[in-house]
């Protein structure tokens, strides 16, 4: 598994064949804007719903932007009959690596109280208003606490349900905005990292041949807020779809969602040899009543390219290929212009931060 995009996205390389007929069901309930009601750091939204059926899969992840334009991502999942997970880091400047595990679903521990797996040697946690996950590879090591400084939040009822009436996917924001504390050790040698984050998990019930072929989104944090945004395009065979998710937090407590809103994007890059292109500047436009959030975003560097078809063996890599002939994803580090306006208050706000461009079509 090379680089963050290699987890849910490389079971998600199998495109299906057939079209179904029927109507989607997305985050209803959903009101977007600022939200009014009190929220709280909520253990439920952390908590495993463990369903039935070889379709199902429960995915932790964790998206980290850091000092010196360093990203990692950390991806912690069970299924029926195993459970997997991968460390990722990548960064302006810095050779990327990656460390991956899989182990029996028995090897899983499940605290009986609050939140808490452990999956063998590594283990998250909700402790309070910390999050704490340790990662212990044979060369790496990682201690990363998370300060939550935003509540849990969920769309609508958090459900996607899919036109086939037996696809859906229940996704909770347990974590939306964090400050990040990195001790990281490979081989010896040790670092200490610091900056912000978030985390997701997805409770997805859908075949791996039927998993999301083009998705965008952009992980932007600093001090005073955080934003994440989450935009994808569903496989074909369920027929034309858009989901989104966007979440703006800040120092002041506010919280802005929407699931509609307008991401654009030009200035394309074709990559040589690889029948593949990725744009290089992308604009974000989310509107409810009078409040807002507007963003420009530009491209700066690509810190990873891969083809997640790399990570597949060699029979279902071949498949893969005879069905779609693009698996990359590009990961980037990117710079900001963030514009606000939330209860009359405009604010304006440069920085830099990550984001991913998926794709898996000719």
């Known amino acids: 598994m090379k680089g963050c995009s290699a987890g849910v996205v490389i079971i998600s390389a199998l495109i299906g064949l057939a079209v179904v007929a029927g109507e989607w069901r997305i985050f209803q309930g959903q009101k977007n804007g600022l939200v009014k009601e009190k929220l709280f750091t909520d253990v439920e939204a952390f908590r495993s719903k463990p369903l039935s059926g070889s379709n199902w899969a429960n995915v932790w992840y964790h998206e980290m932007n850091l000092s010196g334009g360093t990203v990692i991502c950390v991806s912690m999942g069970i299924t029926e009959k195993e459970a997997n997970g991968y460390l ?9 690596f990656s460390e991956t595990f899989v182990i029996n679903i028995k090897d899983v521990a499940i605290d009986p109280e609050g939140f808490g797996l452990r999956f063998g040697p590594h283990r998250i946690k909700l402790d309070g208003e910390n999050y704490l996950i340790s990662l212990n590879f044979e060369n790496t090591r990682a201690e990363i606490r998370y300060h939550i400084l935003a509540p849990s939040y969920n769309f609508g009822d958090s459900t996607v349900i899919f036109p086939d009436g037996k696809s859906y996917v229940i996704y909770n924001l347990p974590i939306p905005w964090a400050e990040v504390r990195v001790d990281l050790e490979r081989y010896g040698k040790k670092e200490r990292l610091s900056g912000w984050g978030s985390m997701n998990q997805d409770n997805a019930m859908l075949s791996a041949f039927k998993g999301n072929p083009r998705w965008r989104a952009f992980w932007f944090y600093d001090k005073e807020f955080g934003l994440d945004v989450v935009d994808f395009n569903p496989n074909d065979s369920f027929g034309d779809a858009l989901v989104q998710r966007l979440v703006f937090a800040d120092e002041k407590g506010r919280l802005f969602t929407s699931t509609n809103y307008e991401l654009t994007w030009d200035d394309w890059v074709e990559v040589p040899d ?7 500047h992308y604009k974000i436009l989310a509107e409810a009543g009078e409040d807002k959030v507007e963003a420009e975003i530009k491209l700066e560097k690509v810190v990873l390219a891969t083809d997640l078809f ?5 029979v279902v890599s071949f498949i893969a290929r005879h069905i779609t002939k693009n698996g990359w994803t590009y990961d980037f580090w990117c710079s900001y212009t963030l514009t606000t306006t939330l209860d009359g208050e405009t604010d304006v706000r440069k920085g830099s931060g990550a984001g991913r461009w998926v794709a898996l079509e000719e």
Request: hydrophobic share 25%; aromatic share 10%; glycine share 14%.
């Open 88 to 96: 990722a880091v990548e960064g302006v400047g810095r050779e990327s």
């Open 274 to 280: 690889k029948n593949f292109r990725y744009p290089r």
């Open 310 to 314: 790399s990570n597949l063996s060699g």
